[in-house]
């Protein structure tokens, strides 16, 4: 148990560094286990968003007349998204943090260097200069300072500090020693921030110091390779277990199953055969290997020639260069460095396979006579009997050199192109195009179906607008080990040339590959629906939804399946679905509200406006449908759409005749009335639409010679039947059956044309309404009850003349008064009792010859009893008009 917790007899300042080190380890790996996808070979890009704009129809204007309901139709927006390839950048943050633990490994295994022998400690010295002036540290230029100055402070204050430590400090603690390389690194790293003038100071050195971390990753994987064998020793045979006399046959079959699974992982990583299974993954190896080490190190120090000390220099070498290669997995990941992961991969597999088959023979033929009598063999493990462990090692590393040039020595080709693709990375970052489609060519040439390379040439082909090339760099892209992305990326590229097949072909074969995929599921029901096969799409759709957590997938359903499914379908959908605070989902959602006649108060989303005002394509419909839904409960939202047109001019017609909506539901008449007219006179295409809505509202207004102007002008359907109503609703119940009769012209079926005409007949102008609103007016008597009736009809003549007469006589406010009648008269020209208003508020106001002129206006509109009537009213005011006159002379 003592060799178990070795750390307990150390000094409290050795605990803590090595606890320390050993929690930056777990925090490593456990980043590197939870993002799986840094070891599927072709890394995890994230996605774009295509948003997608399409046309529908809301029953946005709605008259219930009895058992007959008349709507108008509007425009309203629909969104759909479809995913997209992005172009595939290094996750920076993520390298600077992994970049910042390597250093600091690095800082660790520096230290523990300068505890060796002089003779080691050169070599070893020698090693670290050889590969930091091969890091092309040139990239990082220092202001004020020569080209090559940081590679000078790196070698001098490394070299120097360390040869220091190892000459004239021999005593100083290993902790001492790491913590003064953290600060020399520290310092470096705040001296490069501050004087560097290279973009994205980080990643450049990442990149360029790339072979710097891999030999040193490839050196520690290869020295942990034949470490689970020392676990499997010690799995056998140690007390802990107490196998005993079973130790021998126990080790046998798992010998054979690791050597099983190391098979089984070699051939599926070089395509010898498609046995379409591997049992553990290469990185689950060599984590297991690498964390072994730490205790099997420590008898490999005890018995190694140099006489290696596992307390002063061992342990903190192996813990340093763990971290490196840890570092280097995790920058190679998030760069989706797929050819250096598959580097990573091959020397993890060959080296465990072949320096692991040699072991094997070493344990054989020193200690089979010991695991046959269940000694502690793994006590002497590395106290060979006759096969001596340096020759062992030396066979290893030729059995794992047969390997890799049984390959063809592509791992050697693998980590060149992954260099490469860094270096092209680097200047993606920096918008350089052109050298980084170089380097990425550069990367090609050394392995032509790596990922990483074809992905991003494919991604840049196509933000420069060269599709052949994107097409054929996508199609490189899928071959060997493809990603959703690339299949999704050249789907797009053949649908954008409508090649609807071969795009739907791709997809089902990404599909195949990542069938629960929900962005391929996604693009491929999009696919179905552009091709109106709706049961398809639907079907896509759905299965995506079951694999997503965004709702793209169920705003997908609504944009597409609109007009198939029915309203209650829909709504179930967006209910039971997963719900999204996308804005483009919310667009979605507002317009099955809309369809469905809900119209709930709600809050605006803040991110449906950029901070530059303009709207992208999902605000757009966001706001469209926002509008139509909200203005009712909403007064001054026409005016917060009409300043939303101020940013937005080519959207303008849209955003106004929504904004009108808004207006007339839920604010000022008035200014809705006057928006639908502008848009009239300025606008051809739409302008029967247009004449149909202000007909529809005159309707609803109760000015029915309005609405008869309007519709005659419309001869569809639904302008000839709103033609009809009007003239039903006017009191000519029989003109408008006999409009009715203009349908057969649009061979409208017979039988619906002559029941449209019963309708028609029984159609009456609603009665009542006014008076009950004025006796509400009588009862409630405040300004905010008579303010509300004005804004629900400012043209009713009996709303018109109690209003007026509340603030003439209560609130002795003429003027508004007068405003009021003004705006009336706008609209409705033909109510003799506005007109009356406004002759005795212009005899109020001493203007006689406008209160003349509507006078005379009030004998053309009305009969003589009702002029009467009026006449004495008018004569009163006038007469004490006269006599306040006279007397103020």
């Known amino acids: 148990m003592n060799d178990l917790f070795f750390w307990k007899s150390w000094t409290l300042r050795e605990r803590v560094t090595f606890w320390g080190l050993a929690l930056l380890i777990i925090l490593a790996l456990a980043g590197l286990f939870l993002n799986s996808l840094a070891f599927n070979g072709a890394g995890s890009a994230n996605w774009d968003i295509l948003t997608r704009v399409s046309d529908t129809s809301i029953p946005a204007n709605q008259l219930d007349l009895g058992s007959f309901r008349f709507i108008i139709q509007v425009p309203s927006v629909l969104v759909t998204e479809e995913y997209a390839a992005p172009l595939m950048l290094p996750d920076t943050r993520q390298t600077v943090l992994f970049l910042i633990l390597a250093i600091l490994g690095l800082s660790v295994a520096f230290a523990a260097l300068t505890t060796l022998p002089r003779f080691w400690f050169l070599a070893g010295l020698s090693v670290f200069i050889l590969l930091t002036v091969f890091s092309r540290t040139e990239f990082l230029t220092l202001k004020g300072l020569p080209e090559r100055s940081l590679l000078f402070l790196i070698l001098i204050l490394y070299g120097g500090t360390g040869y220091y430590f190892q000459a004239f400090r021999t005593q100083t603690p290993v902790s001492s020693r ?23 100071p980080a990643y450049a050195f990442a990149a360029c110091s790339m072979p710097f971390w891999l030999v ?53 990583n070089t395509r010898m055969a498609d046995w379409g299974m591997v049992i553990v993954p290469a990185y689950l190896l060599a984590a297991v290997a690498a964390i072994i080490g730490i205790w099997s190190f420590k008898p490999r120090c005890d018995n190694s020639e140099i006489h290696l000390s596992y307390r002063e220099t061992g342990l903190w070498l192996y813990l340093g260069m763990f971290l490196v290669t840890a570092a280097m997995t995790g920058m190679a990941a998030a760069a989706h460095n797929d050819p250096l992961l598959e580097v990573l991969e091959d020397t993890v597999i060959n080296g465990q396979l072949g320096m692991g088959a040699v072991f094997l023979f070493y344990i054989a033929v020193n200690f089979l006579p010991l695991l046959r009598d269940g000694y502690r063999v793994h006590r002497v493990l590395y106290k060979p009997l006759k096969f001596n462990l340096w020759k062992a090692r030396i066979i290893g590393v030729g059995a794992v050199v047969i390997l890799f040039s049984m390959q063809n020595m592509l791992p050697l080709k693998q980590a060149i192109a992954g260099y490469f693709n860094g270096l092209g990375d680097w200047h993606t970052l920096t918008e350089k195009y052109r050298p980084a489609e170089q380097y990425y060519q550069h990367s090609l040439q050394q392995e032509f179906q790596n990922h990483k390379a074809n ?26 080990k493809p990603s959703p992305q690339a299949y999704a990326g050249l789907s797009n590229l053949l649908m954008e040339e409508n090649l609807y097949f071969e795009s739907m072909f791709n997809l089902k074969e990404g599909l195949r590959k990542f069938p629960e995929n929900s962005a391929l599921l996604n693009n491929l029901g999009i696919l179905y629906a552009r091709t109106n096969v709706a049961d398809s799409a639907y079907y896509y759709l759905n299965a995506a939804e079951r694999n997503s957590s965004d709702g793209i997938p169920t705003l997908n359903i609504i944009g597409t399946l609109v007009n198939v499914l029915d309203t209650p379908t829909l709504d179930s959908l967006l209910r039971e679905g997963p719900a999204s605070s996308s804005v483009s989902w919310h667009a979605n959602r507002l317009v099955v509200q809309n369809l469905a006649g809900r119209f709930e108060p709600e809050t605006m989303q803040r991110d449906a406006i950029r901070n530059d005002s303009l709207l992208s394509a999902g605000g757009y419909a966001y706001w469209i449908n926002f509008l139509y839904n909200q203005g009712r409960n909403d007064e001054t939202l026409g005016e917060k759409g009409r300043n939303i047109v101020l940013h937005n001019d080519m959207l303008a017609d849209d955003l106004l005749l929504a904004a009108a909506h808004a207006d007339f539901y839920g604010g000022d008449k008035t200014r809705a009335l006057e928006t639908l007219l502008s848009l009239l006179n300025g606008e051809t295409q739409r302008s029967q639409l247009y004449e149909k809505i202000l007909g529809h509202w005159f309707l609803q207004l109760g000015l029915y010679e309005q609405a008869i102007g309007y ?41 619906q044309i002559e029941m449209l005409q019963q309708q028609i007949i029984k159609l009456a102008p609603p009665s009542g309404k006014a008076q009950d609103r004025l006796t509400e007016l009588k009862l409630k008597g405040n300004e905010k009850a008579y303010l509300a009736a004005l804004r629900q009809n400012p043209y009713d003549p009996d709303i ?90």
């Open 455 to 480: 992905y991003s040439l494919a991604t840049l082909a196509r933000v420069q607008g060269d599709k052949n090339a994107a097409v054929y760099y996508f199609r490189q892209a899928t071959l060997k």
């Open 178 to 200: 790491i913590l003064t390389f953290l600060l020399i690194s520290l310092a470096l790293g705040l001296l490069t921030g501050s004087l560097t003038s290279t973009p994205y």
């Open 800 to 889: 018109v003349k109690a209003v007026a007469e509340f603030y003439a006589v209560r609130q002795s406010d003429v003027q508004e008064a007068y405003q009021i009648v003004v705006n009336a008269l706008r609209f409705n020209e033909t109510s003799p009792v506005i007109w009356g208003e406004y002759a005795l508020l212009n005899l109020e106001l001493g203007l006689s010859d406008l209160a003349e002129e509507a006078r005379e206006k009030v004998r053309s509109l009305t009969d003589d009893t009702a002029y009467h009537e009026f006449h004495t009213r008018y004569q009163a005011k006038w007469t004490l008009k006269q006599k306040q006159r006279e007397e103020f002379r």
């Open 711 to 751: 519709f005659s002008q419309v001869p569809d359907e639904e302008g000839i039947i709103g033609h009809a109503v009007a003239q039903a609703l006017s009191g000519n119940p029989v003109a408008g059956s006999v409009v009715i009769e203009s349908l057969k012209q649009l061979n409208v079926d017979p039988g």
């Open 216 to 268: 040193l990753s490839v050196i520690f994987l290869l020295m942990s390779a034949t470490d689970i064998w020392y676990g499997l020793i010690w799995l056998t045979t140690s007390s802990v277990t107490g196998m005993g006399k079973r130790a021998l046959p126990n080790f046998l079959v798992i010998a054979f199953i690791y050597l099983l699974i190391l098979v089984f992982a070699y051939v599926s």
